[in-house]
Nanobody
């Protein structure tokens, strides 16, 4: 069973930056699609960003231009660079790995708090 472990969350002031990482516990071959989601307190989980197997990326309108998703499949790791952070970005961030369109894995989440 593949496990995903996020890191890099924390407290940051508005306008600041954070870089989240998510590493898989083992290497797996196949078609890998990485995504990030977030869930603010009292709200439903929402999709944030995705990097497709071929390398193209897509973002939720609320983060486009501020967040950048990347991946290193050799290291089985995805990253989320978050710049120009706003208080409304405060949430628990989760990484997601979709393997060959068959299996889906989730991380345990990392808290990001944007506050002065």
């Amino acid at each position: 069973q593949v496990q995903l472990v996020e890191s890099g969350g924390g407290l940051v002031q508005p306008g600041g930056s954070l870089r989240l990482s998510c590493a898989a516990s083992q290497s797996i071959s196949g078609i890998l699609e990485w995504s990030w989601y977030r869930q603010a307190s009292g709200k439903q989980r929402e999709w944030v960003a995705r990097v497709f197997p071929a390398g193209s990326t897509t973002y939720a309108p609320s983060v486009k231009g501020r967040f950048t998703i990347s991946r290193d499949n050799a290291k089985m790791t995805t990253y989320l660079q978050m710049d120009s952070l706003k208080p409304e970005d405060t949430a628990v961030y989760y990484c997601n790995l979709l393997w060959s369109g068959v299996s889906e894995y989730w991380g345990q989440g990392t808290q990001v708090t944007v506050s002065s």
